[in-house]
């Protein structure tokens, strides 16, 4: 969709709530839960993909609290290893990840807008079979012959991953404010495709290897909060 003239343009509270809209519909609010917490003592993963070192420095920081959130649940070693970033239009999003796979969208607050949080299928089902085993005793992959992304595995996955995204958020200054006012999780970003703005958002992608669990974590917001942490 485009705008003719003046008149027609939206203002940015008004993107915002449309995107808000189409993102949740009517759901109930979302209250992050406490977590533990966890020393990222000899986790760091050397950075070669970003060459400003505040850049750096944003992505080591989101290195180590992954670690730490998933050191808990991991088996063994595991490496997580930062990809080159991108940065597409909210509308662009669609044509980025367009599979099925599992996607975790967050409404903050005060500006509100969404951010997500985006495992592969691989790292979400392993994920998900690990916490499954963990809490059952049942020591097998439950998910390893789904046809397709299941919601199912949600059911495993989602207090992890709001405790992750808690912790993400944590990495911006407290006087940003950045509160939660709701969470989805859902399996395709198919509804990007009926929203039409301009809004930039980065992509950090962060490959995870481990030998029962590997896949890509994406990390999407943005990139005003990105110019913001960084001093741009």
């Given amino acids: 969709m485009q705008y003719q003239t003046p ?5 940015s509270e008004e993107i915002y709530n449309k995107m808000i809209r189409a993102t949740f519909g009517e759901y109930d609010e979302y209250t992050t839960q406490s977590e533990e917490s966890f020393t990222d003592e000899g986790y760091s993963t050397k950075i070669s993909n970003y ?15 992954l670690t730490a959130q ?28 367009p599979g099925r796979s599992y996607f975790s969208l967050f409404e903050i607050q005060q500006p509100k807008s969404v951010w997500i949080l985006h495992l592969s ?12 085993i963990k809490n059952s005793r049942t020591y097998r992959n439950i998910y ?11 059911l495993e996955t989602a207090q992890m991953l709001r ?8 990495l911006w200054p407290v006087s940003y404010k950045l509160k939660v006012a709701r969470c989805r999780h859902i399996l395709q970003l198919g509804f990007l495709q009926e929203i039409s703005q301009n809004e930039e958002y ?31």
């Fill in 121 to 132: 299928r691989s790292a979400g089902e392993g994920l998900a079979s690990l916490s499954h």
């Fill in 7 to 11: 008149d027609q343009v939206p203002s």
């Fill in 144 to 154: 390893k012959d789904l046809p397709e992304a299941d919601s199912v595995t949600y």
């Fill in 202 to 232: 980065v992509v950090l992608p962060f490959y995870l290897d481990n030998k029962i669990c590997n896949g890509e974590i994406n990390f999407v917001f943005p990139q005003r909060y990105l110019k913001k942490i960084i001093g741009n």
């Fill in 51 to 65: 060459s400003d070192s505040k850049d750096n420095l944003l992505v080591q920081n989101i290195v180590n609290t």
């Fill in 163 to 170: 405790r992750i995204f808690k912790s993400l958020l944590e």
């Fill in 70 to 97: 998933l050191q808990a649940f991991l088996p063994g070693a595991f490496r997580i290893t930062p990809l080159p970033k991108q940065c597409l239009s909210y509308a662009n999003l669609y044509s980025w990840s």
